[in-house]
């Protein structure tokens, strides 16, 4: 590697670690507690890191977010993971999501993502906050997904 391509790929770890502590510090503003720190140590797949970062977020576990509880926290948070999976990155399908959350169906995948929408359209703010922070979180890592109307945008 010669000296010059050394000294690019400096300046640009330098850049990329400024725009993380400030995605932090904004995140800290909008959510009044510690920055959501995502470890992308080994191979693990997009799925999971969603749900990891969505979990501490929201404050629940895996578990929970497995479980067959109603409780409005719980569900708004499995509504904000199908949502960023389907809809936000495109990291998997309807029935894929389902597999992950406790083995549900791809209908009640499908009824989440309408809710999902109908909650951010409404600005619901017992859902878009903490969307928004989990998706601010993400955006480090992952490209959202182009919906410019193209043949392949997720009808919801």
């Known amino acids: 590697m010669c000296k010059m391509d050394c000294e690019d790929l400096a300046?640009?770890?330098e850049e990329l670690e400024?725009?993380?502590e400030r995605l932090e510090s904004a995140v800290i503003n909008k959510s009044g507690s510690n920055p959501v720190r995502i470890n992308?140590?080994?191979s693990e797949d997009p799925i999971a890191i969603v749900l990891k970062t969505a979990c501490k977020v929201w404050d629940v576990t895996m578990e929970q977010i497995r479980s067959k509880s109603r409780l409005a926290r719980l569900v708004n948070a499995?509504?904000?993971?199908?949502q960023l999976v389907y809809a936000d990155y495109r990291l998997g399908t309807m029935a894929e999501i389902g597999d992950r959350m406790g083995r549900r169906d791809h209908s009640?995948?499908?009824?989440?993502?309408?809710?999902a929408k109908s909650l951010l359209e409404s600005n619901d703010v017992a859902f878009?906050?903490?969307?928004?922070?989990?998706k601010a979180?993400?955006?480090?890592?992952?490209?959202?997904a182009n919906t410019n109307g193209h043949q392949d945008d997720p009808q919801i």
């Open 137 to 144: 979180a993400l955006d480090i890592h992952f490209k959202p």
């Open 78 to 82: 499995r509504r904000s993971i199908s």
């Open 18 to 20: 400024q725009r993380i």
């Open 128 to 134: 878009c906050g903490p969307h928004a922070i989990t």
């Open 108 to 115: 009640t995948i499908h009824y989440a993502l309408r809710r």
């Open 11 to 13: 300046q640009r770890c």
């Open 40 to 42: 992308l140590k080994g």
